[in-house]
């Protein structure tokens, strides 16, 4: 099944969960009757509302566009209140990801027994979004970290050449980057990084839209001369044969 297929039926079941509770009787057990009649009318609710693939492409666009822009949304009353560091820190767990403070362990969103409220004044100094939803409006949320040395950013759908133009803001402090598996970031993101001379260790291996890795590889050491590029393996790998390809290890950021 495809994702539009599944999107399709997630979607009209959800709309229409509301009218098949009708459908079942006092004690809560449906017969085979009333489930015949749920399926005939989910699909008159969905032919009613959607009359073609590309309707419902477009409507399916535009609820993932929301939720997007939703989960990026401006923390700007929590930064008035508690200020920077609970801000960015509240923002990574509710995407999913996990932040560290400042001599503290790793603070995850499922971590039981944490209040991040009582460190108002502690700096964050790491971050791992890898995964995450984050996006151009989102980095708001985080250029605020001036102290923030770790930053994992690896498999962000959304992060783009735009998004890396804004890191800028961090090169006080940034050390360590990944981006490795993003999907959108290209040459020219790569390109703006020059100002991150702090950086001791950055991570760009396996980026599909960047054409030539080689040749990328070797550009962002000479603009980052006291930075260890990982992604070597990644542009090599593309001048090797299939039976000569390195067996598959996980990024050292990846933990």
């Given amino acids: 099944m495809t994702i539009v297929s ?9 709309e229409w969960h509301g ?25 008159q609710f969905l032919s009613d509302h959607f009359h073609d ?12 566009i929301s939720k997007v ?4 949304r401006s923390y700007r009353k929590i930064q008035e209140r508690y200020g920077p560091y609970i801000t960015g820190a509240q923002f990574i767990l509710k995407q999913g990801g996990a932040v560290k403070f400042q001599g503290r362990d790793w ?59 804004r890191l800028y803001l961090l090169a006080g402090s940034l050390q360590e980057l990944s981006l490795a598996g ?15 001379q702090n950086l001791r260790r950055l991570d760009i291996s396996d980026l599909p839209a960047v054409s030539h890795p080689g040749l990328t590889q070797i550009l962002v050491e000479e603009m980052l001369p006291h930075c260890e590029v990982l992604g070597v393996d990644w542009a090599k790998s593309l001048k090797l044969g299939p039976d000569d390809q390195p067996p598959d290890t996980s990024s050292p950021l990846s933990s």
């Avoid at 599944?6 to 959800?14: C, D, E, K, P, V």
């Avoid at 822009?69 to 990026?72: D, G, L, P, V, Y």
């Avoid at 930053?151 to 998004?163: A, F, Y």
Wanted: charge should be positive; glycine fraction near 6%.
């Fill in 6 to 14: 599944q999107q399709f039926l997630h979607l009209g079941a959800r």
């Fill in 182 to 196: 993003c999907p959108r970031i290209s040459e020219r993101g790569l390109a703006c990084l020059h100002h991150l």
């Fill in 69 to 72: 822009s939703m989960e990026n």
């Fill in 107 to 165: 603070i995850r969103p499922n971590d039981r027994g944490h209040s991040i409220a009582e460190l108002q004044k502690v700096p964050v100094e790491a971050v791992d979004a890898s995964g995450c939803a984050i996006n151009y409006q989102g980095l708001s949320n985080l250029l605020p970290l001036k102290e923030l040395q770790f930053l994992s950013l690896q498999r962000c759908p959304n992060l783009d050449d735009w998004c890396l133009s």
């Fill in 19 to 43: 009218r098949a509770r009708g459908t079942h009787s006092m004690s809560g057990l449906a017969t085979p009757d009333s489930n015949r009649e749920k399926k005939r009318t989910l699909l």
């Fill in 53 to 64: 693939v590309q309707t419902l492409r477009e409507y399916l666009l535009q609820k993932q």
